[in-house]
């Protein structure tokens, strides 16, 4: 049973351009949330999706931005016009749902903006 | 405002001995909380989780504490390896969302 896998795992931007970071949850998951982990830091929550739905976006910045989990295929955390501020490790996790459920992290991204 | 915190940013202990690594909240909102552990370039491992209507769950040499009127829990692992060396996270869950803490780097020397 594979886990959460996340693509790519190294991605360079230059300042302006646009990232997109896929995650495949674990098989039978239909939650996903995305984190973020800023040098010397925690993880800090970003979104919760359900498929198609958006049930938490609480952590996300206002602009620049957006996430989906379509129906068919991965979740996408998309950051448009990036800055250097975004360079971080962006951590997908999955879980089956319910009540006090585990969640299990993919390896991640680690995006840098030159 | 910081609503998970783990004050010691590193522990090292002797292979055999018992590492102690702790967290407190402030949340009371939080329904459980969890144990993640984290190598470099990789992402965070589930450990161990306790909801928060117990005091105490074990699984094989984890065991995890909470004491909810002082709002803290810890995390002992017994005998300690040196494959235990990593950075330990302590996170509380409410409606799905994890607060993390950030982090106790654990070194058991052989």
């Known amino acids: ?114 | 405002d910081q609503q998970v915190k783990q004050n010691s940013p590193s522990l090292s202990v002797q292979e055999g001995r018992i590492s102690i690594l702790n967290c407190d909240y402030t949340n009371s909102m939080f329904d459980y909380f969890l144990w993640y552990k984290k190598y470099p370039a990789e992402g965070p491992t589930f450990l161990i989780s306790i909801s928060s209507i117990k005091d105490k769950n074990e699984d094989g040499r984890f065991t995890v504490f909470l004491n909810k009127s002082a709002k803290h829990l810890s995390l002992h692992i017994v005998p300690s390896q040196p494959g235990d060396s990593a950075v330990y996270f302590c996170a509380g869950g409410a409606t799905n969302k994890l607060i993390f803490g950030t982090g106790t780097l654990l070194a058991v020397q052989p």
């Open chain 1, 1 to 114: 049973n594979a886990g959460v896998m996340q693509n790519p795992r190294h991605l360079v931007r230059r300042r302006g351009q646009e990232a997109r970071l896929r995650c495949s949850p674990m098989k039978g998951h239909s939650h996903v949330y995305w984190y973020r982990q800023l040098p010397e830091e925690g993880l800090k929550f970003m979104v919760y999706l359900q498929k198609e739905n958006i049930i938490d976006e609480s952590g996300m910045p206002k602009e620049r931005f957006s996430a989906e989990f379509p129906k068919e295929g991965p979740s996408i955390l998309r950051i448009q016009q990036v800055v250097r501020g975004d360079s971080a490790a962006y951590f997908c996790a999955s879980s089956p749902g319910g009540p006090n459920a585990e969640q299990y992290f993919g390896p991640g991204t680690r995006l840098t903006v030159t």
